[in-house]
């Protein structure tokens, strides 16, 4: 006879962020899930919408099972919620078909606010259940995304729309308080709980590796898409400060495609610092510890960062990192070490100086707490069995 502390509730997680086995977008919530999965009572399932149109098919990736369901939207963001009822029914029907019984469901999170309405719909059919719904950047109702995001009206449907959402949610779980401080400041949606769960780091895939750094150099490493927002160039801008005053035996390698390549790369041309930056495309996800490693710094210094796991991947790796201030990779700095970690927005002079005083000093990064997920998830999954 099964005992029944060997039952597990079931936790179903809804995620546009997933791994694929070609595609490694997403690992933060793979990380979060095999967390719980290991730390809590709970049997996981995963849930990622695709387009109807899409004939992609339920998929496993390192032991986890991912099951796709088809939700009907119209592009660029356009008047969402016009489908919903047509994607909750595949959503409903999906779990039926894998064998979920709504009302054995105990916990529902569901990541975006978009995805919320899935976690509503559970919510109204089992009243027992816990909906979550975890917000990963400030933006929390994607108002930037779409054609119309500039158009008045439209912002106002999508506003409303993502306000009736949030107000059926039981907690809201949020990358860092400033991702939260977003929220609140709709006065028209009413909190019913929140918390602060930082995205963690899993220490079996970044760690110290010695011997990594190369003597001759003082490497700085960088990982982040090229959009204006991550401000790549304000690091190059200080590069060539550095170098004009004679060190010559930096290196910035920077990893990741988008937008502002050409504007770095005419940059680095234009300023003959070819010699000292280098740029990769993309490294895969197992390499990057490597990578961490081989640097003595890392800068990233994006000014519209909700949380950033780079940030505290190098710091997993034994790497110190220096940001912007008022991002959420700030709130785990103690105040009396921001002047040394933390610059303003766009200050290249000042990161400059930044880097110039630790490469003298090599003063030792300390944070507020552990960036273990494991650390974190324990106690989420204490806040959540309240």
């Known amino acids: 006879m099964t005992s029944l502390k060997?039952?597990?509730?079931?936790?179903?997680?809804?995620?546009?962020?997933?791994?694929?086995?070609?595609?490694?977008?997403?690992?933060?919530?793979?990380?979060?899930?095999?967390?719980?999965?290991?730390?809590?009572?709970?049997?996981?399932?995963?849930?990622?919408?695709?387009?109807?149109?899409?004939?992609?098919?339920?998929?496993?990736?390192d032991g986890i099972s991912v099951f796709l369901f088809k939700t009907?939207?119209?592009?660029?963001?356009?008047?969402?919620?016009?489908?919903?009822?047509?994607?909750?029914?595949?959503?409903?029907?999906?779990?039926?078909n894998i064998g979920i019984?709504?009302?054995?469901?105990?916990?529902?999170?569901?990541?975006?606010?978009a995805l919320g309405i899935f976690a509503n719909a559970t919510k109204k059919v089992n009243p027992n259940a816990n909906s979550i719904l975890q917000h990963h950047g400030f933006d929390v109702l994607s108002l930037e995304n779409g054609k119309l995001r500039n158009v008045n009206w439209h912002r106002?449907?999508?506003?409303?729309?993502?306000?009736?959402?949030c107000n059926a949610i039981d907690l809201h779980v949020g990358v860092s308080k400033k991702t939260l401080d977003n929220?609140?400041?709709?006065?028209?949606?009413?909190?019913?709980?929140?918390y602060v769960l930082y995205n963690g780091v899993n220490f079996e895939k970044f760690y110290f590796i010695p011997n990594?750094?190369?003597?001759?150099?003082?490497?700085i490493s960088c990982v982040g898409n090229f959009w204006t927002l991550k401000d790549q160039i304000t690091l190059l801008k200080a590069t060539k400060i550095l170098v004009d005053s004679g060190f010559d035996t930096i290196k910035v390698k920077l990893v990741g495609t988008g937008e502002t390549v050409p504007l770095c790369k005419q940059y680095v041309i234009k300023n003959k610092l070819d010699d000292y930056i280098e740029f990769i495309d993309q490294l895969p996800h197992n390499q990057l510890v490597h990578f961490y490693n081989s640097s003595d710094l890392f800068v990233l210094p994006s000014y519209w960062e909700a949380f950033g796991c780079v940030y505290t991947e190098a710091f997993a790796c034994g790497v110190p990192f220096i940001a912007v201030e008022g991002q959420g990779i700030a709130e785990l700095i103690p105040e009396i070490d921001h002047s040394k970690w933390l610059i303003k927005k766009e200050d290249y002079k000042g990161l400059a100086l930044k880097i110039q005083e630790f490469k003298i000093q090599k003063y030792k990064q300390v944070l507020n707490e552990s960036v273990d997920i494991n650390y974190f998830i324990s106690k989420f999954l204490i806040h959540i069995g309240k």
């Open 212 to 219: 990594s750094k190369d003597s001759n150099y003082f490497t």
């Open 101 to 113: 019984n709504i009302n054995s469901i105990q916990v529902v999170h569901s990541h975006v606010t």
């Open 183 to 194: 929220l609140f400041g709709f006065s028209k949606i009413k909190v019913k709980g929140s």
């Open 156 to 165: 106002k449907w999508i506003r409303n729309y993502g306000i009736k959402i």
């Open 72 to 96: 009907f939207e119209l592009p660029s963001n356009i008047l969402p919620g016009l489908f919903d009822s047509l994607s909750i029914l595949f959503f409903k029907q999906k779990l039926k």
């Open 6 to 61: 060997t039952i597990k509730s079931k936790y179903i997680t809804i995620t546009p962020f997933f791994p694929t086995p070609t595609n490694f977008r997403g690992p933060f919530v793979y990380d979060q899930i095999k967390a719980i999965q290991e730390l809590g009572n709970y049997e996981v399932i995963v849930m990622k919408p695709k387009p109807w149109y899409s004939s992609e098919k339920d998929y496993e990736f």
